[in-house]
């Protein structure tokens, strides 16, 4: 899969994306329950509206990555500077 694209309205449960470079594509609308992402470079990509129950990303470039409108890896600093013993 290659950078830009846009996903609209598709169910695509149980798919699996792998060494993919996905940067600022676009999810919308999408059920992506039970998906797997492995060595993808979601950097940029933006998922709104999507069912992410049971999603997994192992080894992705998430930086950029948004979801509902959230910097993904802006909340996952917070998260582990706010459990950060000490």
Do not use: W
Not at 23 to 38: G, H, M, V
Not at 59 to 64: K, L, R
Request: aromatic share 8%; hydrophobic share 40%; proline share 1%.
């Amino acid at each position: 899969m290659s950078d830009n694209k846009r996903f609209e309205h598709q169910r695509m449960d149980e798919a699996v994306f792998l060494d993919c470079y996905a940067s600022r594509s676009q999810f919308e609308n999408i059920d992506l329950s039970e998906s797997a992402f492995s060595n993808v470079n979601l950097a940029r990509a933006k998922f709104t509206n999507v069912n992410l129950a049971g999603v997994r990303i192992d080894d992705a470039n998430i930086d950029g990555l948004t979801i509902f409108g959230h910097d993904i890896q802006a909340l996952i600093r917070a998260e582990i500077k706010r459990n950060k013993p000490g």
